[in-house]
């Protein structure tokens, strides 16, 4: 309830939804083809300014994907440390024949968090979809990723959605009322709390519609020795992601954070079964936001993301939870990711 409401407000600070066709640009001018998007981001603003004053300091992961920090994510998913991305490909490629079965053709693909939409063409290619939605906060990105995918599937519609998938959003009306398959990828559910993730799977099975699947990747409880490394690589580069969300303040919120203070953190928290990310300042600083002063001491942490590991049973109770039931579940050889598809039912009654 708390993430649905915090959700409605962040709506309300203005991170609406907006379907751009593709190739179009987000400028602050508009015309009949641009789309219009509010620099400084509202919603941004009110986050960071609220996650700076809160105790302890955090700010949502999704601020992550400006387009530096998608291009940073994309440079992440080939790291050899990082081995998540190389895993749910493989098994998406050893089974997206399995998936076009349990589906049928025709169906609409909705893809919550697209990115790149790099492994996309791996169950597009098998699904034979009549449209597909890619939907993703990191506008620039979204539309550049959809223009290049548009080259791959010509006869394909593609149809980007620029919005923050946390609160409902309107599918374009383009593509009537074939089934829809949902695609929900690389595991980042489990940046959610698992409460909020309840209420996305929910708002999931709301827009795509009852009878409508769901392929999802959620990445498995696994040693620490493994997980450190993924979130903190030998190159930096997972660090420099992290950082981004410092420039990206500085950027767009007239913000003077002193960069080089910070340092990148990644711990497994056991009781949690997440791996979180800090930025750390390794001595005393005080800086302004908007015009907003802060201070923070040496060794605090600003809490920048959680990446929440899952068990077989906790993934599958997790999507009954969120009113989706596991169909099918395919796993790689060590059991380090899992990628299962659902059937959005309606929650029976207890017994
Ligand atoms: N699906 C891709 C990318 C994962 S990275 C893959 O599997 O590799 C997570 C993606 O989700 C990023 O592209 C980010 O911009 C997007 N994202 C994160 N939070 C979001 C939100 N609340 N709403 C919409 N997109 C979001
Ligand atoms: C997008 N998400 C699933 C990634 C993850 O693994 O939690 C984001 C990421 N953060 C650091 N590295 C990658």
Redesign the pocket.
């Known amino acids: 309830m708390a993430a649905r409401s915090e959700a409605r407000s962040r709506a309300d600070a203005g991170q609406a939804a907006i379907a751009c066709p593709v190739g179009a640009r987000a400028d602050s001018a508009s015309n009949d083809t641009e789309c219009t998007v509010s620099t400084p981001n509202p919603a941004f603003r009110a986050d960071v300014l609220a996650g700076l004053s809160a105790r302890p300091r955090a700010i949502?992961?999704?601020w992550?994907?400006d387009r530096r920090?998608?291009e940073l994510?994309?440079a992440i998913?080939h790291l050899p440390e990082y081995y998540?991305?190389r895993v749910?490909r493989s098994i998406l490629s050893a089974h997206a024949a399995d998936v076009a079965r349990l589906t049928g053709p025709g169906c609409v693909v909705v893809?919550?968090?697209?990115?790149?939409?790099?492994?996309?063409p791996l169950l597009l290619s098998a699904v034979d979809p009549s449209a597909y939605v890619p939907?993703?906060?990191?506008g620039e990105?979204?539309r550049e990723s959809a223009a290049a995918l548009a080259k791959q599937f010509p006869e394909l519609p593609i149809h980007p959605v620029e919005?923050?998938?946390?609160h409902r959003l309107e599918l374009p009306p383009e593509i009537g009322d074939a089934r829809r398959l949902g695609?929900?990828?690389?595991?980042?559910i489990g940046?959610m709390t698992a409460a909020a993730a309840v209420d996305l799977l929910r708002a999931m099975a709301d827009t795509l519609g009852e009878g409508s699947k769901l392929l999802i990747?959620i990445d498995r409880i696994k040693p620490a020795n493994v997980l450190i490394p993924a979130y903190d690589d030998a190159q930096g580069v997972t660090a420099e992601f992290n950082l981004n969300l410092l420039h990206r303040i500085n950027r767009e919120l007239d913000g003077n954070l002193p960069v080089g203070a910070f340092r990148h953190v990644a711990q497994w928290n056991d009781t949690e079964a997440r791996i979180e990310m800090h930025l750390e300042t390794t001595h005393d600083v005080a800086f302004t936001v908007d015009g907003h002063p802060f201070a923070i001491s040496k060794g605090k942490t600003i809490h920048t993301e959680n990446s929440h590991k899952y068990g077989p049973r906790d993934a599958r109770l997790l999507l009954r939870a969120g009113a989706w039931t596991p169909v099918a579940e395919w796993t790689d050889r060590d059991g380090l990711f899992a990628l299962i598809l659902a059937e959005a039912r309606p929650v029976p009654a207890a017994p």
């Not at 939907?135 to 990191?138: A, E, L, V």
């Not at 919005?163 to 946390?166: A, T």
């Open positions: 949502p992961a999704r992550f994907y920090g998608s994510f994309e998913t998540l991305t749910e893809e919550f968090g697209s990115g790149s939409s790099a492994k996309t939907i993703d906060i990191s990105f979204l919005g923050d998938f946390m695609f929900f990828p690389g595991s980042t940046n990747g």
